[in-house]
C-alpha cells in the first residue's frame, strides 16, 4: 500500500467530513435575464419565433425551476417580446413561486383541461408562428402541440439550448470547481478506506453519505465502484465483489452543487500492480494528456479525440473501438447535465470555444482482464485546457499530493 491506499479506518474518514467551507455563490437573477436574451439573439438567427422547454435540465437553467419530467405539461414559452410565460398546472402555482428565479407571465391549468392549447394561444397572442421545441421533451408534447400548430411550424430547439448551454459562465465554472474540489477530496478519503475483503456496496454507501455531509445538493448523484475483472466493463457489472491483493479498483462517481456536475473517475491498485497494469495504467494517462494538450480554441471536438487515439493505437492497440483498446469517445460535454454538448468524439466538428467544459477519459479496457479509467475534467480557455482536477500520478498514488 501507499500513503493514499488503505491507510484509513472507516472511523477516520467520516471525522475528516464537514460542510464545505468555501462554498460558491449560487447564479445571480441577473445572469438569468443575460440566459433569456442569449435564446433569444440565437431564435433570432435561425429565424425562431417561440422557445418550448419543457421541465427538466434546460428549464431548471432558463427559470430555476428544478422540476422533473411528468405526464403534466410543465414548460416556459419564451417569445422575443414580453416575459416568458410559464404552463404549469393550477395546484402546482405554490410551489412554482418558491423556486421560480425570473419574472414570468403564469397560464395555469386544471386537471381536465389541454395544456398545449395554452401554448398554442399565447403563441398566437404574441404573434409566434413558428416554435423549437426543446429536444428532450416527450413525444406525447409534440403530439399535443400538433392538435393546435402545423407540424411544420415545430423544429427542434437543440441548437439553440446547445448554444445556450455550451459556454459556461463564471459563475458556473465556480460551481463546477467546487462539485469537482468536494468528488476529488471524496474519491480521496475512498481509497483510504481500502481493505482486504470490503465490498462495493461499502464503497457505494460511503461516497454518497460523504457527498451529503460536505453539502452536495443530493448525496452522489451516480456511483460505480468496481474490482479486478469488472474494470474491464466501463459501467460494471451487477452484483457485490469483495477486494482482494492485486485487484485494480475503478471508482467513478460525482455529485451536484446547485445542480451543476461533477464526474471524477480513479483507477489504482490494490496491492503490487503486474507489468501489464503498470504499462496500460501508463498509456491510460498519456492518451488523457495527448487529449488534454489538443485542447484549444477553434479546435473540433474530434480532433481532441484523435489525438487520445494516436497515443493508444501507436502502442498496438485498437483501432477505433477494437479491444484491447478504447471502446468509447474520449469525452462528454458536462455542466448542468451530467452528458451534454459539444462530445470528444469521431463526427463531432463542434469548434471548441471558452467555456466549454469536457470529460476526458479515454479509457482502456483488456477483455476478461481489467479495464483503466482515469477521468478529469477540463475547461476551455483562450490559450487551451485548464483542468477542474489535476490528474493521477501513478497507480498507486491516484492523487496528485
Not at 221 to 243: K, Y
Amino acid at each position: 500500500m501507499t500513503t493514499q491506499i488503505g491507510h484509513l479506518t472507516l472511523a477516520d474518514a467520516h471525522a475528516r467530513l464537514a460542510p464545505w467551507r468555501h462554498r460558491a455563490p449560487p447564479i445571480a437573477p441577473a445572469e438569468y435575464q443575460q440566459r433569456l436574451e442569449r435564446a433569444r439573439r440565437l431564435m433570432r438567427e435561425r429565424g425562431v419565433d417561440a422557445l418550448l422547454v419543457t421541465a427538466g435540465t434546460t428549464l431548471r437553467w432558463f427559470t430555476g425551476v428544478p422540476w422533473g419530467m411528468s405526464e403534466r405539461l410543465v414548460a416556459m414559452l419564451l417569445t422575443q417580446d414580453g416575459d416568458p410565460v410559464l404552463v404549469c398546472p393550477a395546484f402546482e402555482e405554490g410551489s412554482l413561486d418558491a423556486v421560480l428565479r425570473i419574472a414570468v407571465v403564469k397560464r395555469l391549468w386544471e386537471e381536465h383541461e389541454d395544456p398545449h392549447a395554452l401554448v398554442a394561444q399565447a403563441m398566437t397572442e404574441r404573434g409566434a408562428r413558428t416554435l423549437a421545441l426543446d429536444p428532450e421533451a416527450p413525444f406525447r408534447v409534440h403530439a399535443g402541440l400538433l392538435a393546435h400548430l402545423d407540424a411544420a411550424a415545430i423544429a427542434s430547439a437543440g441548437a439553440i439550448v446547445d448554444g445556450c448551454r455550451m459556454r459556461k459562465s463564471p459563475a458556473e465554472l465556480a460551481l463546477m470547481q467546487q462539485a469537482c474540489d468536494m468528488t476529488l477530496f471524496v474519491q480521496r478519503l475512498a481509497a483510504g478506506l481500502a481493505r482486504e475483503g470490503v465490498g462495493t456496496d461499502e464503497f457505494v454507501r460511503f461516497i454518497d453519505e460523504a457527498h451529503r455531509a460536505l453539502g452536495a445538493d443530493d448525496g452522489s448523484t451516480f456511483c460505480i465502484v468496481q474490482f479486478g475483472h469488472a474494470t474491464a466493463f466501463p459501467h460494471g457489472v451487477p452484483g457485490v465483489q469483495h477486494l482482494r491483493e492485486g485487484d485494480l479498483v475503478l471508482i467513478d462517481t460525482g455529485c451536484r452543487v446547485e445542480g451543476y456536475h461533477s464526474d471524477v473517475t480513479r483507477t489504482w491498485i490494490f496491492g503490487a500492480a503486474d507489468a501489464d497494469q503498470r504499462r496500460i495504467w501508463a498509456l491510460e494517462r498519456a492518451a488523457q494528456q495527448a487529449a488534454f494538450d489538443a485542447v484549444r480554441p477553434g479546435v473540433p471536438c474530434e480532433a481532441v479525440d484523435r489525438a487520445a487515439r494516436d497515443v493508444i493505437e501507436a502502442a498496438g492497440l485498437g483501432p477505433d473501438y477494437r479491444l484491447p483498446g478504447v471502446p468509447h469517445r474520449t469525452g462528454h460535454g458536462c455542466g448542468f447535465a451530467i452528458h451534454e454538448a459539444p462530445y470528444l468524439v469521431r463526427g463531432d466538428r463542434t469548434a471548441l470555444e471558452p467555456g466549454m467544459c469536457c470529460s476526458d477519459e479515454p479509457m482502456i479496457v483488456v477483455p476478461g482482464r481489467f479495464g483503466i479509467r482515469l477521468e478529469d475534467h477540463f475547461h476551455v480557455t483562450e490559450n487551451g485546457a485548464q483542468w477542474f482536477t489535476p490528474p493521477s500520478i501513478a497507480i498507486d498514488r491516484p492523487f496528485a499530493d
